[in-house]
């Protein structure tokens, strides 16, 4: 098994793909990525990518944004990363990474007169937050005041700054504040909390991202738990006394957390709103759950174990 990637319209080894030092993207941030995932599911041995249409929906989107021309339609980029997974042969859960960006080996801060391009690769990724449960600091480092819909590299320079800051003061995970202070999300995920009994999570306008997993977990609160988010603006002293909480991401999937600050959330144990949605998420992304196949992709016609159709 090695990974793929679909770089300058064809496929190669993901060790073949390489681009040139003065690459516009590189120097300025001008572009911008999705992350899928592929579950592994053992029995059937099948890999299900999750809401693909959404994540290339999204990058359409954000191609908008940056006035990037993506030569593939959605329907097209599915096809295309359906066939490299494929291709790969992974038989464990694996992480999908598409970049389109400003590919024109030139200097100079700018959108225009650059040509664009775009890859994709796949490799296995177990757990982003490989923790049952997270312990959080709040970011000295807040969200910018322009938060486009897309995943932009050039606007990554603060999650990261958060999270290596979050590490070493001991944290597993940063969560950023607004401009103005307020809660807005982790360095890579949304965040959740369980106040009264219900979901409470930073409203659109917030400075956040509007995760596809905090919008399967809105779906399955309300479907399957009878339970109804709030979104709203969260002040940052509601983190600490939230009865429960936990992180949303296509990479964390839903990490529950155990501390934010010091303090403990609840009694420091994973909650139980927060047990259940982990279990219907982990059946959902998996595809054993038949009412929500349909955001199930499965990328093997030909099972890579048996060789059969
Ligand atoms: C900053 C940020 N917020 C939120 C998310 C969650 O988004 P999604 O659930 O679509 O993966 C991500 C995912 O990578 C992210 O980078």
Not at 27 to 56: D, V
Not at 269 to 292: F, S
Request: with cysteine; hydrophobic share 35%; net charge negative.
């Amino acid at each position: 098994m090695k990974s793929y990637a679909f770089f300058q319209k064809k496929f190669v080894p993901l060790s073949e793909a390489k681009i040139g030092i003065m690459t516009n993207c590189l120097h300025y941030g001008t572009g911008l990525f999705e992350g899928i995932r592929g579950n592994w599911n053992s029995q059937q041995k099948q890999i299900y990518l999750f809401r693909l249409k959404e994540h290339y929906e999204r990058m359409h989107n954000g191609c908008r944004v940056l006035r990037i021309n993506l030569p593939y339609t959605v329907d097209e980029l599915c096809q295309i990363t359906v066939e490299l997974v494929e291709k790969c042969g992974f038989q464990e859960d694996i992480y999908v990474r598409p970049v389109a960006y400003k590919s024109s080996e030139a200097l100079g801060v700018r959108l225009h007169n650059l040509e664009d391009d775009f890859f994709v690769f796949a490799f296995p990724w177990g757990p982003y937050l490989d923790i049952d449960k997270a312990s959080c600091g709040v970011s000295s480092w807040r969200r910018p005041s322009e938060t486009p819909q897309a995943k932009i590299t050039g606007l990554y320079t603060s999650n990261a700054l958060a999270k290596t800051e979050a590490i070493e003061n001991g944290f597993h995970e940063a969560i950023m504040l607004t401009p103005d202070g307020h809660v807005s999300e982790g360095s890579g995920e949304n965040i959740f909390l369980v106040i009264d009994g219900k979901l409470v999570t930073p409203a659109s306008y917030e400075h956040i991202l509007i995760g596809i997993t905090r919008n399967t977990v809105i779906e399955l609160a309300r479907n399957e738990l009878g339970i109804e988010t709030i979104e709203r603006r969260v002040d940052r002293s509601e983190l600490y006394t939230a009865e429960e909480c936990f992180l949303t991401g296509t990479a964390a999937n839903i990490t529950p957390v155990a501390e934010i600050d010091h303090r403990k959330i609840g009694n420091g144990e994973i909650g139980e709103i927060t047990a259940k949605l982990q279990q219907l998420y982990a059946d959902v992304i998996r595809g054993n759950n038949p009412k929500y196949l349909d955001w199930c992709t499965p990328a093997y016609k030909v099972s890579p174990v048996t060789g059969t159709e």
